[in-house]
């Protein structure tokens, strides 16, 4: 028996020198989806105001703040509306004391919100892994901008936009309009005449974001284009098409 209660007591001892397990991290700002069973967000200070007797959060841009991509399947996922299943607050919302979201909700539901495009939220989170999400609301969403340059295809929701001299990831989600030059939707960059080009070169023709996924898929270079984004968020909300594009 003597073996045994030797390598016990080995065992507690090494246990007491175990290092402690990562501590949880925190973030502010806008994730986005980025593949499945993951965000991607880009942390910001945030800055509590009152607004009509609520707490919403004011972001702004932290220097020298690096992306994250967290896994939140396991994350416990709290809303800003009254029911899970909402799109939008329709005039009630349910935030705690800090303006955090309060209505205990799913991964899944997460996952349908991400898919409505970037969702304002604090997450805490652990070795890569997100454990908790709360949904904020923003005091100040920024205005939209435009900016012509190129673009690169990440994935299917996501860009890369490059314009004097900068790059800037952006993402792209159902509410993103594209204007084609080209006859259909459906086909190539800058496939055949420009039937549908305005005196500027622009498209003119209305298509969808899954449009834009399938265009950007046959591409191998980054294409010419003009956009509407709205900064901090780094949304791309709408792309045209330019005919010339080399």
């Known amino acids: 028996m003597r073996p045994l209660v030797c390598a016990t007591v080995a065992a507690l001892a090494l246990s007491a020198f175990t290092a402690p397990a990562q501590a949880a991290s925190s973030a502010y700002g806008y994730a986005w989806s ?12 945030a800055t509590r105001v009152m607004r009509q007797g609520n707490v919403l959060h004011r972001l702004k841009t932290l220097s020298g703040a690096k992306e994250l991509r967290l896994d939140y399947t396991g994350a416990a996922y709290a809303r800003v509306t009254v029911a899970c299943g909402l799109k939008e607050t329709e005039g009630q919302v349910a935030l705690d004391a800090k303006g955090l979201g309060r209505t205990a909700c799913a991964p899944a539901h997460l996952r349908e919100s991400l898919g ?92 969808t974001w899954t449009d834009l996924t399938k265009a950007l898929k046959g591409t191998r270079h980054p294409v010419l284009v003009k956009i509407d984004y709205t900064p901090g968020v780094d949304s791309l909300d709408e792309v045209w098409e330019v005919f010339g594009d080399a």
Request: aromatic share 6%.
């Open 116 to 207: 409505r495009g970037p969702v304002p939220v604090r997450v805490e989170h652990r070795g890569g892994k997100a454990t908790r999400v709360n949904e904020i609301l923003v005091a100040n969403w920024p205005g939209r901008r435009s900016a012509t340059g190129t673009l690169k295809r990440v994935n299917d929701t996501t860009v890369v936009f490059a314009t004097g001299g900068k790059k800037i990831k952006l993402g792209y989600s159902y509410s993103t309009v594209f204007h084609r030059t080209t006859a259909r939707c459906g086909d190539g960059w800058l496939t055949g005449r420009p039937v549908n080009a305005d005196r500027n070169g622009l498209g003119k023709k209305q298509c």
């Open 34 to 45: 980025d593949g499945k069973g993951h965000l991607r967000i880009v942390p910001k200070t």
